[in-house]
């Protein structure tokens, strides 16, 4: 006995010899049209003993053995079982087509099943109480689909097939492989183990990290012009001190290249439209380079600092939260409309993005509740990469708004047809929120009496009040 072969090749080498033998010495048994069954019976016989035991051999021996005339008749059986559909035929002509696959050779029963299964569900039942045979039942079905004036498709679907199960089952493998990983990015122990794997592997194929440009175990970290940490990300610090000390621009083209930093940042800024619109009027019908000294007033000045505060001031935005409510808040005004796009965990509402654009000439012409539904309209279309497949709600301080979508066609203008079915297409849950309660909307709305100051002194007025004579004079004689 020589020696045990470890890997097995020798053995899967007589294995593979022995299967080949076998199949060589297999002879099938003559086909016997008159009895097919005592045939299956034989050959089934001879399978056994010859020791082929694979179902894919065996089928293979039965299609070589058969006759052409016969493989065409089962190809024609398979079509008439599982392939014919009504489609876009009339009821006789499936029926009269089903016949002639079958050959003859079918029972009238069973054509009368398959036939049924392919037609409409009222037309089965109002033809399964039928008595009449099978030649008179296609012309009530053709008169049937007539009166209805719909030909239905009915398409045999295989619910469970085993694609779909491969499927479902890699879903859920990757979904939990998913799950596993969020969970350990959380923690710290696991990070620091994926790093010194990465580095092995760096390791063993000559690869060397510079170290001068590498961050690890941070809190925090800048990246593309943006502050990200665990909280979320913000605007770098030295960018928001760059545009915070920019000089007062004398001319277009400054204004400009101000405006172009500044709004690298616009989705960190609530209402920016609004804050720049007054900046945005110099440059309008300017040539691109143009450099017109600009005639700055009082108005340009304190708008172009309310511009530098409102980086300054710039909002933290969140990460996402695939666990948190989505929703999408949004407000109209006279001069422009704007969106907040923001999520809520564990009662705590956080900003996502900001959006808002200044109307046209047009827009600034329509009533509030033109006003409104572009609002919606514009942010949804804004945040579509973001909102579509997502459940999220629509918040708006325009109550009329929660009623669009229960308006018939006759009630609406062709453009509110047009904003609704957009806007449908991705949510229709739209609700009310007090301009109070929408603490965003509230605060967009209001931008001028946040960045413009006032010059009264409302900490001096108590003050003042106390020294008053004429004042405590009043209060005297009221009292008496």
Same mark, same amino acid.
């Given at each position: 006995m020589g020696p045990p072969n470890v890997n097995g090749e020798s053995e899967t080498k007589l294995y593979v010899s022995a299967e080949i033998a076998l199949v060589g010495a297999f002879k099938p048994p003559p086909l016997r049209r008159n009895n097919v069954e005592l045939w299956f019976s034989q050959i089934e016989s001879q399978f056994l003993i010859s020791g082929i035991s694979r179902e894919e051999t065996k089928f293979l021996h039965v299609v070589a053995i058969l006759e052409e005339d016969i493989l065409s008749y089962v190809s024609d059986l398979g079509t008439l079982l599982s392939d014919m559909q009504l489609g876009d035929k009339k009821p006789s002509q499936l029926l009269h087509e089903m016949q002639d696959l079958s050959l003859g050779k079918i029972?009238?029963?069973?054509?009368?099943?398959?036939?049924?299964?392919?037609?409409?569900?009222?037309?089965?039942?109002?033809?399964?109480?039928?008595?009449?045979?099978?030649?008179?039942?296609?012309?009530?079905?053709?008169?049937?689909?007539?009166?209805?004036?719909?030909?239905?498709c009915v398409t045999s679907v295989e619910v469970e097939s085993a694609h779909l199960n491969r499927l479902k089952v890699q879903i859920s493998e990757l979904t939990s492989v998913v799950q596993q990983y969020c969970k350990r990015i959380r923690n710290a122990s696991p990070h620091r183990r994926d790093l010194e794997q990465v580095f092995q592997r760096l390791n063993e194929n000559g690869l060397v990290l510079n170290i001068e440009k590498c961050i690890f175990g941070a809190d925090k970290l800048p990246f593309l012009g943006c502050q990200v940490s665990k909280a979320g990300i913000s605007p770098s610090k030295e960018k928001v001190e760059a545009l915070v000390d920019y000089p007062q621009p004398q001319d277009v083209s400054a204004l400009r290249r101000f405006l172009a930093r500044l709004n690298f940042y616009r989705r960190f800024i609530p209402n920016a439209a609004e804050i720049q619109r007054i900046l945005y009027d110099f440059v309008k019908g300017k040539k691109k380079r143009e450099k017109t000294t600009i005639d700055w007033s009082e108005t340009a000045v304190q708008a172009f600092q309310t511009?530098?505060?409102?980086?300054?001031?710039?909002?933290? +935005?969140?990460?996402?939260? =695939?666990?948190? *409510?989505?929703?999408?808040?949004?407000?109209?005004?006279?001069?422009? %409309?704007?969106? $907040?796009?923001?999520?809520?965990?564990?009662?705590?509402?956080?900003?996502?993005?900001?959006?808002?654009?200044?109307?046209?000439?047009?827009?600034?012409?329509?009533?509030?509740?033109?006003?409104? +539904?572009?609002?919606?309209? =514009?942010?949804? *279309?804004?945040?579509?990469?973001?909102?579509?497949?997502?459940?999220? %709600?629509?918040? $708006?301080?325009?109550?009329?708004?929660?009623?669009?979508?229960?308006?018939?066609?006759?009630?609406?203008?062709?453009r509110h047809q047009y904003y609704l079915e957009f806007i449908s297409q991705l949510s229709t849950d739209v609700r009310y929120i007090s301009g109070i309660q929408s603490t965003v909307s509230d605060a967009i709305s209001r931008i001028d009496e946040i960045g413009i100051p006032s010059e009264i002194d409302y900490e001096e007025i108590p003050r003042v009040q106390v020294d008053d004579v004429e004042l405590l004079t009043l209060q005297g004689a009221s009292s008496n």
């Amino acid at each position: 006995m020589g020696p045990p072969n470890v890997n097995g090749e020798s053995e899967t080498k007589l294995y593979v010899s022995a299967e080949i033998a076998l199949v060589g010495a297999f002879k099938p048994p003559p086909l016997r049209r008159n009895n097919v069954e005592l045939w299956f019976s034989q050959i089934e016989s001879q399978f056994l003993i010859s020791g082929i035991s694979r179902e894919e051999t065996k089928f293979l021996h039965v299609v070589a053995i058969l006759e052409e005339d016969i493989l065409s008749y089962v190809s024609d059986l398979g079509t008439l079982l599982s392939d014919m559909q009504l489609g876009d035929k009339k009821p006789s002509q499936l029926l009269h087509e089903m016949q002639d696959l079958s050959l003859g050779k079918i029972e009238e029963s069973v054509i009368r099943m398959l036939w049924f299964q392919r037609l409409p569900l009222t037309t089965q039942r109002i033809l399964s109480a039928s008595t009449d045979k099978i030649a008179s039942l296609p012309l009530t079905a053709d008169k049937m689909a007539e009166v209805s004036g719909v030909w239905t498709c009915v398409t045999s679907v295989e619910v469970e097939s085993a694609h779909l199960n491969r499927l479902k089952v890699q879903i859920s493998e990757l979904t939990s492989v998913v799950q596993q990983y969020c969970k350990r990015i959380r923690n710290a122990s696991p990070h620091r183990r994926d790093l010194e794997q990465v580095f092995q592997r760096l390791n063993e194929n000559g690869l060397v990290l510079n170290i001068e440009k590498c961050i690890f175990g941070a809190d925090k970290l800048p990246f593309l012009g943006c502050q990200v940490s665990k909280a979320g990300i913000s605007p770098s610090k030295e960018k928001v001190e760059a545009l915070v000390d920019y000089p007062q621009p004398q001319d277009v083209s400054a204004l400009r290249r101000f405006l172009a930093r500044l709004n690298f940042y616009r989705r960190f800024i609530p209402n920016a439209a609004e804050i720049q619109r007054i900046l945005y009027d110099f440059v309008k019908g300017k040539k691109k380079r143009e450099k017109t000294t600009i005639d700055w007033s009082e108005t340009a000045v304190q708008a172009f600092q309310t511009c530098k505060n409102s980086i300054a001031q710039a909002a933290l +935005l969140a990460h996402p939260n =695939s666990e948190a *409510k989505l929703s999408l808040a949004v407000v109209a005004f006279n001069t422009g %409309i704007a969106g $907040t796009l923001q999520q809520t965990y564990l009662k705590n509402t956080q900003p996502l993005a900001f959006f808002s654009r200044k109307l046209t000439r047009a827009e600034s012409r329509y009533n509030a509740y033109d006003r409104e +539904l572009l609002a919606v309209y =514009s942010s949804v *279309k804004h945040f579509r990469h973001f909102l579509e497949g997502r459940d999220f %709600i629509i918040y $708006t301080d325009h109550k009329p708004l929660t009623f669009a979508s229960q308006q018939t066609g006759e009630k609406t203008s062709p453009r509110h047809q047009y904003y609704l079915e957009f806007i449908s297409q991705l949510s229709t849950d739209v609700r009310y929120i007090s301009g109070i309660q929408s603490t965003v909307s509230d605060a967009i709305s209001r931008i001028d009496e946040i960045g413009i100051p006032s010059e009264i002194d409302y900490e001096e007025i108590p003050r003042v009040q106390v020294d008053d004579v004429e004042l405590l004079t009043l209060q005297g004689a009221s009292s008496n």
